[in-house]
């Protein structure tokens, strides 16, 4: 009996262990049954710095896209304090901007854990996940930045600049208006503060509009008062006047119209000025009258006399002013407006008045023409210790010859005056240098013939005073200073006076 009990015994005990065991292990699966249909993320688990453990997936994947929305939506202006501005300045958000926060690997790993079997949870817990944590990619759209930013911003400070400018007042003192600067907002430094901005976590947090300092770019225009000043249009270096007050309507609109031509031309430095291209002009604008012109030697009625004067005039402006004359020659009668060798003649195609600005700056011509008189300026750059004058010689008089001439019903041994004669001359012009009022240098500028004009005088066809057509001679004068006579109209030059 006793052996029996001992078996029972031990039958028992492993009963109980059995039970025990079971009821261990049924506790334990229970635990862990319970632990892993527990869906919370792990604790310490973070999304950019952000704790979302002990939250579902779905909260947290709610919290993560709030959080990234928020980021996103923050909003950046420029600071109007910066740009001594009140004008209210929009705000755009870092969204608009281009910047972008990327949060998609940190929502993958949420959702798998959502998608975990209880028992996968339970060992994640089991084992240990704390501190499991991801990022998030902060990301600019650099285009869009620039082009965002400069639309929202870039036309709030933009100002025009303005040119300077130059005029001549009344007084012929040379006036100058100051420029404008440009003014236009610089957002390259504004661009960059915004840029760093951007959050890299979703932990950061700033409430309200977040302002960024933009800087004010200045331009000078094109145009600046030292650049005219570079220029050297400093002053009115010389003014030289004639008067054409015996002249009729014809002259005085060809004078006045040249004059106008010739009027603010900017020559500059180096330039060969042609009064060639100024006739042309007054002719295709204006055009000229008739007006006396030189033919054959007298005085005859032709188109655009005149103009010579203004050329003329011109040229003693620039004699006065030391310029380098190219081209210039004398009219072959002497004229009333200027003293003999002194004066600038032009026949189209074959005589032209040329100088070249040699100054080494811009060189301005002025014209005025009032109560019949016309007055050359010219504005520039000169030593104001250096001046000019100039004078002349004559060398040679050259009087007049009586040429007899048929006239009809003029009786045998009767004659009749046609023309006065007048002296021809010879004459040398000289350039006279002054600095400081005393004289440097003297320098010859030319010789020129003036011819004389004949005496004629009209007889009867068979006075014996006449010469036969076959042995007339030249002209008087004719040779005198060795000028060439171009063939222009019948033989002869057209000088407009």
Known sequence: ?????????????????????????????????????????????????????????????????????????????????????????????????????????????????????????????????????????????????????????????????????????????????????????ELASAIEDIRRLGPTLLTDTESGVRLVKASIDETLPKITVASLKADGLDRKLIEFTTSFATSGQGRSHNVAVAAMALNDTLLMPGEVFEYGKIVAKAEKEYGYMEAPVILKGKLTPGIGGGICQVSSTLYNAALLTGLEIVERRNHSLPVSYLPRGLDATFADGFVNFKFRNSTGKQLLIRTTVEDKTITVKLFGTMDERISYRTETEELKVIPPKTVYVAGEGIALGRQQLLQQGSNG????????????????????????????????????????????????????????????????????IVEPV
Not at 73 to 97: C, F, H, Q, W, Y
Not at 456 to 479: C, F
Request: hydrophobic share 40%; net charge negative; with cysteine.
């Open 1 to 185: 009996m006793a052996g029996s009990g001992c078996v029972w015994n031990v039958k028992k005990l492993g009963i109980i262990v059995i039970v025990v065991v079971f009821l261990l292990f049924g506790a334990g699966l229970g635990a862990a049954m319970s632990y892993g249909n527990d869906e919370a993320l792990p604790d310490g688990f973070r999304v950019g710095g952000l704790n979302v453990g002990g939250m579902t997936p779905d909260e947290a994947i709610e919290k993560v896209r709030t959080k990234v929305n928020e980021l996103e939506s923050t909003r950046v202006g420029i600071d109007p304090a910066n740009l001594g501005t009140t004008v209210e300045i929009p705000a755009k958000t870092l969204k608009e901007l281009g910047f972008q926060i990327d949060a998609v690997d940190a929502i993958k790993a949420i959702e798998r854990h959502r998608d975990y079997s209880w028992w996968e949870r339970a060992k994640l817990r089991y084992y240990g996940t704390k501190g499991e944590s991801y990022d998030v990619v902060a990301r600019w759209d650099e285009l869009k930045l620039h082009l965002v930013a400069e639309e929202a911003w870039g036309d709030l400070i933009k100002e025009s600049g303005e040119n300077a400018s130059r005029k001549i007042d009344d007084r012929d003192i040379v006036v100058y208006t100051t420029e404008k600067m440009g003014k236009r907002i």
């Open 425 to 492: 001359y010879l004459v040398e012009s000289f350039l006279v240098k002054m600095i400081d009022g005393k004289v440097v240098e003297r320098k010859k500028l030319s010789k020129d013939t003036y011819r004389a004009q004949d005496t004629l005088i009209a007889v009867h066809q068979d006075d014996p005073r006449l010469v036969p057509e076959s042995g007339k001679k030249p002209m008087p004068g004719a040779g005198e200073g060795k000028q060439p006579q171009p063939p222009m109209e019948g033989g002869e």
